[in-house]
């Protein structure tokens, strides 16, 4: 069988590391992969990286807008032995969006190949079609989390029998119990401060940094003068981080360190994950990546993360944007030690029990297998 991944973005992030992982497994499986994504973007570097068998098809990120001919012939000629195409769904740009035109390209040119968007997020401006095509009667939706397959099922009308809910997991055997985890030159540099509060994503407004700066600052000043803050990552927004950190003359409780697939040595580190988004936010990984080390997260209560951070059990839930929901909530999980522990303790064994991501790969090729079986049947 062959699955070609379509990933319409230049940058890395939580998505982007599933798609490496997802091509990884399904190499191992014997599945023949083929991958279309920009010239010059992460994944296409990645994929040069890895095997010689994947099939990496580029296109210039700033020309298929237009969505000319020649680009119609590029993905056709992409798509053209696959079995089942996995979309994920990302911003439109102007009037290109990547599964409309993936869409556009199968009935154009008559491809006997299943359409699967794979979404995170919910937009309340994206059409319906970008999750689920109106062109092709077999295409399907994977959502990542059970809020946003709720959501694409009430709100966006999308049948239940084409949508599909799957979380992505993590690597259980990468991200051991803390306790196994080696001494980081990191964390012997951060020895003289605690906590010591981890945020890693992609350096942009809507992963709301800045309200966690400001909320830091104010701990600094009022409750823990050693509290230090992590933030791993780049973005557009690495300069106006950087500034405020100056402006607010915390150099001394603040690190910035670039983005890593090597996050271990950070959350070997780390004491709280702090995830502060405030829009556009699904699962991210780098919570249930926490919670296997046994680290309690502080987050937004936005898309899919009440599902795994529950108030006092696994963390704490609190308003985006909201400042002093964040004081009180980074407070709470430091200060009292033996309920720290144990959510620690819970929130390990969540992962445990339902976001292995061997597991869910698994699930995922048993989806891609019955979509595959039941084109064939019709």
């Known amino acids: ?14 998505t982007q590391l599933w798609v490496m992982d997802a091509i990884v497994f399904f190499l191992r499986q014997g599945w023949k ?28 990120f700033s020309g298929i807008i237009t969505q ?44 006997q190949v299943t359409l699967v968007t794979k979404t995170g997020t919910i937009v309340p401006s994206y059409k319906n079609q970008y999750y689920l095509s109106d062109q ?10 059970k809020t946003i397959y709720n959501h694409l099922i009430s709100e966006y009308r999308i049948p239940e029998e084409k949508i599909k809910l799957l979380y992505q997991g993590i690597d259980l ?25 981890g945020c890693i994503g992609s350096l942009e407004h809507r992963k709301g940094q800045i309200h966690l700066l400001k909320a830091i600052n104010v701990i600094r000043k009022n409750e823990i003068p050693n509290i230090h803050l992590l933030i791993v990552g780049d973005g557009p927004d690495e300069k106006l981080l950087k500034e405020k950190v100056n402006k607010l003359n915390m150099q001394p409780n603040v690190t910035f360190i670039p983005f890593t697939r090597n996050t271990l040595e950070i959350f070997t580190t780390c004491d709280i994950l702090v995830v502060p988004s405030i829009s556009k936010e699904g699962l991210p990984n780098v919570i249930l990546e926490a919670f296997s080390l046994k680290i309690p997260v502080v987050a937004s209560d936005i898309g899919g993360i009440q599902e795994v951070v529950r ?23 430091w200060q009292d030690q033996k309920h720290y522990i144990q959510m620690g303790e819970n929130a390990r064994r969540l992962v445990i029990d339902q976001h292995d991501r061997k597991s869910q790969m698994l699930k995922f090729e048993k989806y891609f297998k019955t979509l595959f079986q039941s084109k064939g049947s019709n």
Not at 136 to 142: G, S, V
Not at 317 to 330: F, K, Q, R, S
Request: aromatic fraction near 8%; charge should be positive; glycine fraction near 4%.
């Open 1 to 14: 069988m062959q699955i070609t991944f379509i990933e319409d973005t230049k940058l890395h992030g939580g």
């Open 33 to 60: 992969i083929t991958v279309i994504t920009p010239r010059n973007g992460w994944i296409a570097k990645e994929c040069q990286k890895i095997s010689k068998t994947v099939k990496l098809v580029t296109y210039d």
């Open 68 to 111: 000319a001919k020649k680009y119609v012939t590029i993905w056709g000629n992409a798509l053209t032995d696959s079995d089942i195409a996995v979309c994920t769904v990302h911003p439109p740009r102007e009037k290109f969006h990547c599964s409309l035109f993936a869409a556009k390209c199968i009935k154009e040119l008559a491809l």
């Open 136 to 145: 092709l009667a077999n295409a399907r939706t994977i959502a990542i989390t």
């Open 173 to 197: 055997k990468y991200f051991g119990s803390k306790e196994e985890t080696k001494e980081s030159l990191l964390k012997d540099k951060l020895s003289a401060y605690k906590p010591v509060i």
């Open 311 to 333: 108030n006092k059990y696994t963390g704490y839930l609190v308003t985006p944007g909201d400042v002093d929901n964040l004081v009180n909530a980074i407070l709470s999980t």
